[in-house]
């Protein structure tokens, strides 16, 4: 099977949870399936890092990611958009287009979307899709735990707004994994 990966942690180092993750995620789908990589990176890769995921991957690339900055332009704007702030402001077109092109050239059976950062790319595409490490309780409870009215409604609309596109990502999915029943809970509320 061929199966397109995107992260939105270079996974290699493996040197904290996001990135241990993926990176096993890949070698052992790498060990049975034919694997190609899109990743966003904050940093420059370096050729040696790049060579490691090659040691696993038909293909390797990377693209260039800018962090959620709440008070840029586009965030400022995505205010007005039914879509959270987040994935507005950081929404890449690089991206979206890089896995574009990959999936027509690659020909992927499954593609698998690691974390709610690369769900809008995989998305775009006409096979089986799962979104990998899907986290939501700490925006939760960011929101029930806000003891101060208008943080609490800031964050309230946050949640909903969350909720609203959660709920429309899992519709586009073939599947999704969490990682403790805590998630798996709020994310059945969710999709119910």
């Not at 990176?23 to 190609?36: A, D, F, G, K, T």
């Not at 994935?87 to 896995?99: H, I």
């Not at 593609?111 to 809008?120: E, T």
Request: charge should be positive; proline fraction near 5%; aromatic fraction near 10%.
């Amino acid at each position: 099977m061929r199966v397109l990966f995107l992260s939105s942690w270079y996974p290699y180092p493996a040197d904290n949870g996001s990135r241990l993750r993926i990176y096993h995620l890949i070698r052992q789908l790498s060990s049975r399936h034919e694997v190609s990589l899109i990743s966003f990176a904050e940093e420059p890769v370096s050729d040696s890092r790049i060579r490691a995921m090659r040691a696993l991957c038909a293909e390797v690339k990377v693209v260039p990611w800018r962090r959620f900055q709440p008070r840029r332009l586009k965030a400022v704007l995505g205010l007005f958009s039914p879509l959270p702030r987040s994935v507005v402001d950081t929404y890449s077109e690089e991206m979206a287009q890089t896995v574009l092109r990959e999936a027509a050239w690659f020909q992927p059976d499954v593609v698998v979307a690691s974390q709610m950062d690369a769900a809008p790319y995989a998305r775009r595409l006409a096979v089986k899709r799962v979104l990998d490490e899907v986290e939501v309780t700490m925006l939760y409870e960011a929101y029930a735990r806000e003891r101060s009215r208008l943080r609490r409604l800031r964050a309230w609309l946050t949640w909903q707004k969350l909720v609203a596109y959660l709920r429309a990502v899992l519709r586009d999915f073939d599947g999704c994994t969490v990682v403790s029943n805590v998630e798996h809970r709020r994310v059945m509320e969710i999709a119910a």
